[in-house]
C-alpha cells in the first residue's frame, strides 16, 4: 500500500483545491503495451507526469526568485483587500459573487475557481512571490503532461506525444503565463479544458452518465477559472471529426440515420453550449462596465474588429513559428493603423493555410484541418472581434490554441520525415529518424527561450518594462508602469518625466492627467499636481479619487477656500448617486440596500453641508421625496414592521433636515433594538444638531459600547467633532 507523504508540502498540493494532482486521479494507465524504445518507462500517466513537472521545474525554476510584478500582481492579487483576509466563509462568498453579485473590479471577470486558488496561496504563502510562482510552474508542468496524453490518443505513438509535450513545455510563448503571478487563471483553466478533452475522449470510446456527468463537471470548473474556453464545445466536434469519426461520412448511409447522429451529437453537446452561453453573457457585462471604466482606448466597428482578428491570427502563426520578439504588452493598434498591407499578410496567411489543410485533410491527413480548425476556433474569443483591453493580441492567449498548431506541425513534420525516407533511403524503421527530427525542433525552441531572454525580461518591473519600450516605443501603459516602479524606489524626478513621456503620446487621454496629477499630489508636488488634477476633475466628475487628491493638494498649498469648494463638489457627487440608488432599490423592493443607500446618502450630506458652512439638499425635493413617501406607505401596508421603512424615514427626515422627527424616529428604533448602534449614532447627530450637547455625547457612548457596531456611524460622529474645531481643513 502506497505510504501518505511525509513532508507537509506534499502533503498540501495533494489536497489543494484545485489540486493540480487531479487529472492523474482521474485517468487510467495507459494499457499499450507497444514498445516505442526510449519512451517505454513513461508509458503510465504517473510516470508521464512527474517527468514533465519535474521538466517544467528544471527549465522554470530561476521564476522562484520573482517577485510580484506592479502590473496586474499588485492590483489583482498582492493588494487585493479580500484576497489578503485569507480562507473564510467571507472570502469564499466573495469569490462567487465578485464580478457577478457585488460588482468587484479587483476580479478580472467571473471566475471563483482562480479567486479560490489566490485566496488559498494568501492563507497558506502571504506575499512570498516565488510560492505563487511555484504553483504557476507546477500547474504548467501538469499542462504538458495532460497534452501529452491528449497528443498520445490523437496520434497513439508515443514518440508524436512527447515530441509535442516537450515543445508545449519549453515554447517562448508560453513563459509569460508561467511568469506571471496574475495569469493562475490561464494555467488553471487549461488544465481543466485539457482534463474535460481527455474526459471526452473516454465517455466517447466507452459511453457513460458518470464519464459524461464528470466531462460536464470539468468544463464547469474551466470556466471557473476563466470564462476564455467557452469554445471548448466546439472542440468536441473537432474530436468527432478527427480522430473519433463519430460524425456522418458522405458514404451511402441513409440520409435518416445521419441526421438521427447529428443530433445525438448535438444534444450530448446541448449543456456544454448552453453552460458557455451563459458564462459569455456574465462576462460580457463584466468587460462592458470595465471599458466604461476607461479600459478600452479605441472604438472599433465591425470591418476594424474584422481586419484586426485577421491581422492577428498571423501574427499567431508567425510568433509560433519564429517566436521572436516577444512582448508582455503588444499595444492595441489605432483603427487607422490597419493598414491594407497588415490586413492582407493577416488574409494571405490565414487563408494559405485554410487551403492547405483542406487539401492534406482531403489526401488522408485529417489531423492538419484538425489542428487548424482548433487553433482558429479556441483563439477566437479572444481575438480583436471583442474589442477590450490595450492589446491587439497577447502571447497567453496562445496557452490553449496553441495545441492546434503542435499537432498540426508535429504531424506534418513527421509525415514529412516519413516520406523523405521510404523514399531515399528505404529504411523502415523511421520511427527513430522521426524523434531526432523532433528533437532538433525541441533544441531549437530551448534555444529561442535562451536568445530571447523571456524568463530574464519577468524578473521585475524593471526589466519587464524596458524589454517593451524595446519592442513597443509608444507604449503609454508601459510608460505608466515604469514611472511607478520608479515612484516606489523614491525617484520621483525620474518617474515623473515618464509619466510625462506617457502625456506627450495621449496628451488629452483623462487617464494619463489623473496618473500625473495623483502621482504628484501623493509625493508632496502639489502646486504641480493641481493643473492636473483639476483638468481629471472636470473631464470625468464621478471619479471621487482625484476630488479626494484635488482637496489635499489646495490644502497643502495653502488654499483652503476652494479645497473647501473642491469637497463639498465631490460630498455632492457622491450623495446624490447614493440617493438614487437608494431610490432605484426601493423602487426593486429591496429596502435593506435602499436603506444602506440612504445611509451613505446622508453621510455625503453630512460633509457637504460643513464644507458649505450651512443648509445643502443633494436633490430638490420635488423630485424625490414624494415618490419615496408611497412607496413607504406601500410597503408598510404590506409589512408595517419592517425595520427597513422606520429607518428609511428617519433617513428621509434627516436629508430634509427635520432633525427632530428624526430623532424622535431613531430613538424608537433605539429602544426597539438596544444592542444596535446604528440608531443611537443618528439619534447623537440629531441631539448635537438641535444643541443638546450633553445628550447627545450620552447617546454616541452607548452606541460605542452596542454589541452590533455601525463604523459610518463612529466616522460620521468622529467628522462632527471634528467639524467643531476652528479653521478645520475640508472633508
Not at 497558506?124 to 504548467?140: E, K, R, S
Not at 489531423?367 to 493580441?393: A, H, K, N
Not at 499636481?529 to 481629471?536: F, G, K, N, Q, V
Not at 430613538?667 to 443638546?692: F, I, K
Amino acid at each position: 500500500m502506497a505510504r501518505r507523504p511525509g513532508n507537509w508540502t506534499a502533503r498540501f498540493f495533494l489536497a489543494i483545491v484545485p489540486s493540480p494532482f487531479l487529472p492523474v486521479a482521474a485517468l487510467h494507465p495507459s494499457r499499450d503495451r507497444s514498445s516505442f524504445g526510449v519512451f517505454a518507462p513513461f508509458d503510465r500517466a504517473p510516470a508521464v507526469f512527474l517527468l514533465f513537472i519535474g521538466a517544467a521545474f528544471a527549465l522554470y525554476h530561476a521564476a522562484l526568485g520573482f517577485g510580484f510584478l506592479g502590473y496586474d500582481d499588485g492590483y489583482f492579487v498582492r493588494d487585493a483587500p479580500m484576497l489578503r483576509r485569507g480562507l473564510s466563509w467571507e472570502t469564499i462568498r466573495w469569490a462567487f459573487e465578485a464580478n457577478f453579485v457585488v460588482g468587484e473590479q479587483r476580479a478580472e471577470y467571473w471566475m471563483p475557481l482562480t479567486l479560490l486558488s489566490r485566496l488559498l496561496d494568501h492563507a497558506l504563502f502571504g506575499l512570498d512571490g516565488g510560492w505563487h510562482h511555484f504553483q504557476n510552474i507546477l500547474f504548467h508542468g501538469v499542462n504538458t503532461a495532460l497534452i501529452t496524453l491528449i497528443a498520445r490518443k490523437l496520434f497513439e505513438r508515443r514518440s508524436l506525444a512527447f515530441a509535442i509535450g516537450a515543445i508545449y513545455l519549453i515554447h517562448p510563448l508560453n513563459v509569460e503565463v508561467v511568469c506571471w503571478i496574475a495569469l493562475r487563471k490561464d494555467v488553471l483553466a487549461a488544465t481543466f479544458s485539457f482534463l474535460t478533452l481527455l474526459l471526452y475522449l473516454r465517455f466517447c470510446r466507452k459511453p457513460s452518465l458518470s464519464t459524461y456527468l464528470t466531462t460536464l463537471g470539468s468544463f464547469c470548473l474551466a470556466l471557473m477559472a476563466k470564462p476564455s474556453v467557452v469554445a471548448l464545445p466546439a472542440a468536441f466536434l473537432l474530436l468527432d471529426y478527427w480522430p473519433l469519426n463519430r460524425l456522418p461520412g458522405s458514404s451511402n448511409t441513409d440520409w435518416r440515420e445521419q441526421a438521427r447522429i447529428l443530433v445525438v451529437r448535438g444534444a450530448e453537446k446541448l449543456p456544454f453550449v448552453l453552460l458557455a452561453l451563459g458564462v459569455t453573457l456574465l462576462t460580457y457585462v463584466g468587460l462592458d462596465q470595465m471599458n466604461r471604466l476607461g479600459g478600452a482606448r479605441y472604438e472599433y466597428t465591425f470591418p476594424d474588429r474584422l481586419a484586426a482578428t485577421l491581422i492577428g491570427y498571423g501574427d499567431y502563426v508567425l510568433k509560433f513559428l519564429a517566436p521572436d520578439q516577444l512582448c508582455a504588452l503588444y499595444s492595441l493598434r489605432n483603427p487607422a493603423d490597419l493598414t491594407f498591407s497588415l490586413v492582407a499578410k493577416g488574409t494571405l496567411i490565414c487563408l494559405s493555410c485554410t487551403i492547405g489543410s483542406v487539401i492534406l485533410a482531403w489526401r488522408g491527413y485529417r489531423f492538419v484541418l484538425f489542428g487548424w480548425l482548433w487553433f482558429l476556433v479556441l483563439l477566437l474569443p479572444v481575438t480583436g472581434l471583442v474589442s477590450f483591453g490595450r492589446q491587439s493580441i497577447a502571447d497567453r492567449y496562445m496557452y490553449v490554441p496553441m495545441l492546434g498548431l503542435l499537432v498540426a506541425s508535429v504531424g506534418t513534420l513527421d509525415g514529412l520525415a516519413r516520406f523523405i525516407l521510404k523514399h531515399t533511403t528505404g529504411w523502415a524503421n523511421w520511427t527513430t529518424r522521426t524523434v531526432g527530427v523532433s528533437a532538433i525542433a525541441v533544441a531549437f525552441l530551448a534555444l529561442a527561450t535562451k536568445r530571447t531572454t523571456q524568463m530574464a525580461t519577468w524578473a521585475n518591473d524593471f526589466t519587464l518594462w524596458e524589454h517593451v519600450f524595446s519592442l513597443e516605443t509608444d507604449s503609454i501603459v508601459a510608460f505608466n508602469n515604469y514611472a511607478a516602479a520608479l515612484g516606489e524606489t523614491g525617484a520621483i524626478s525620474a518617474a515623473e518625466m515618464y509619466f510625462r513621456a506617457a502625456l506627450k503620446v495621449h496628451p488629452e487621454s483623462y487617464e494619463e492627467i489623473s496618473h500625473m496629477g495623483t502621482f504628484l499630489a501623493r509625493n508632496g508636488r502639489s502646486k504641480r499636481a493641481i493643473p492636473y488634477l483639476e483638468t481629471a476633475v472636470r473631464l470625468n466628475p464621478f471619479e471621487m479619487v482625484n476630488h479626494t487628491w484635488l482637496v489635499r493638494a489646495l490644502q497643502d498649498d495653502g488654499r483652503p477656500r476652494e479645497a473647501r469648494f473642491y469637497a463639498a463638489r465631490q460630498h455632492a457627487i457622491r450623495g446624490r448617486a447614493f440617493l438614487r440608488e437608494g431610490l432605484k432599490m426601493l423602487q426593486a423592493s429591496e429596502l435593506d440596500l435602499a436603506h444602506e443607500q440612504f445611509s451613505l446618502a446622508y453621510s455625503a450630506l453630512l460633509r457637504l453641508r460643513s464644507n458649505l458652512d450651512g443648509g445643502a439638499s443633494l436633490l430638490p425635493e420635488a423630485d424625490w421625496v414624494p415618490f419615496t413617501e408611497r412607496e413607504l406607505d406601500r410597503f408598510a401596508a404590506k409589512n408595517p414592521r419592517d425595520e427597513s421603512l422606520f429607518f428609511i424615514r428617519g433617513y428621509l427626515l434627516l436629508l430634509r433636515s427635520e432633525t427632530g422627527p428624526a430623532e424622535h424616529e431613531f430613538s424608537a428604533l433605539s429602544a426597539r433594538n438596544p444592542q444596535t448602534a446604528e440608531p443611537r449614532w443618528r439619534q447623537a447627530l440629531c441631539l448635537a444638531e438641535a444643541g443638546e450637547v450633553v445628550k447627545a455625547q450620552q447617546v454616541a457612548d452607548s452606541a460605542a459600547a452596542c454589541a452590533v457596531a455601525f463604523p459610518d456611524g463612529y466616522a460620521d460622529w468622529q467628522f462632527h467633532l471634528k467639524s467643531l474645531a476652528p479653521n478645520r481643513p475640508a472633508e
